[in-house]
């Protein structure tokens, strides 16, 4: 079996001028935020009942404060995770449907506009000049678009010239994704969100990696929508649950994804007898 330092040593990636300092030597949340600060209910929001966003149970109590480089949503499916980033993206400059902000026209998004963002105020220490968001569903069309790109006649340079040469459709999911990942990695706010449904747990090694020098670097904030209890483990990071109908802080062995994950794994009989005597998920944990 490999031990965790033999899992990292391929994965790890050389990044322009950054502190080379060990991880185990240096803490990855010391930075200051350097970006967003604040994300509130605007005082005169007009929210219509029973329609949504106003359905979310958080919105008309939201007031969140950012203090780490570092944020983790984390919550049960339809919980609002995807949809307050989708409104950080907004707020932000960045197109909703993933990508950068050159990618705000001409890019086959499935949608274009935040539900949530006209209701919401944000508060920057300094607005970013430089930002990205991953999504799972952005990167077929980034793929595309790339391919488009190096067929035009009129295109000026090298459509993969940042993505290892060749067309992302020609990669796996993980590999395409961190491929984007590594293109696009700069100082600066990077958002994403559930980037595990494209990557193995050894990938998400290697993102974390990725993570933890480019926050060593400075001048970055990474708010991270995700259900993988690997990811969580990102150390010093701010964990925010949406569960129980509000946002609140939380630790990780608290979240039910680290709960449950631990559980199944330690006592797999326990749980394959509640799955197959019918029992209710939420008995799990």
Not at 51 to 57: I, K, Q, R, S, Y
Not at 90 to 116: K, Q
Request: with cysteine.
């Amino acid at each position: 079996m490999l031990s965790p330092k033999q899992r990292l040593a391929p994965t790890i990636l050389r990044f322009g001028d950054v502190d080379r300092t060990p991880v185990e030597q240096r803490n990855c949340g010391e930075m200051t935020t350097h970006f967003l600060q604040q994300l509130s209910l605007r005082p005169n929001a007009n929210l219509p009942d029973g329609v949504f966003p106003a359905t979310l149970p958080f919105v008309r109590d939201l007031d969140l404060r950012f203090e780490n480089p570092v944020t983790f949503f984390v919550g049960e499916n339809g919980s609002g995770k995807s949809t307050l980033i989708e409104a950080i993206a907004e707020l932000c400059g960045l197109p909703v449907g993933g990508g950068g902000r050159n990618e705000l026209s001409g890019l086959r998004a499935p949608h274009n506009r935040s539900e949530l963002a006209p209701f919401l105020r944000a508060a920057f220490r300094k607005k970013p000049r430089h930002g990205y968001f991953f999504r799972a569903e952005f990167q077929t069309h980034i793929a595309t678009l790339l391919e488009e790109r190096d067929a035009d006649p009129d295109f000026d340079g090298d459509a993969y010239h940042h993505y290892g040469g060749r067309s992302l459709h020609t990669r796996s999911h993980g590999e395409a994704f961190l491929a984007m990942f590594t293109a696009w990695m700069a100082p600066g706010l990077i958002l994403m969100d559930e980037p595990e449904a494209a990557l193995s747990p050894q990938r998400q090694l290697t993102l974390l990696t990725q993570m933890a020098r480019l926050v060593r670097g400075g001048n970055v904030q990474i708010i991270v929508a995700t259900h993988s209890p690997i990811l969580l483990t990102f150390p010093d990071a701010e964990l925010l649950s949406f569960d129980n109908g509000r946002i609140a802080s939380t630790r990780l062995e608290d979240t039910a994804h680290y709960q449950i994950t631990r559980g199944i794994l330690e006592h797999p009989g326990r749980y394959w007898r509640y799955i197959l005597n019918g029992n209710d998920e939420n008995t799990f944990g």
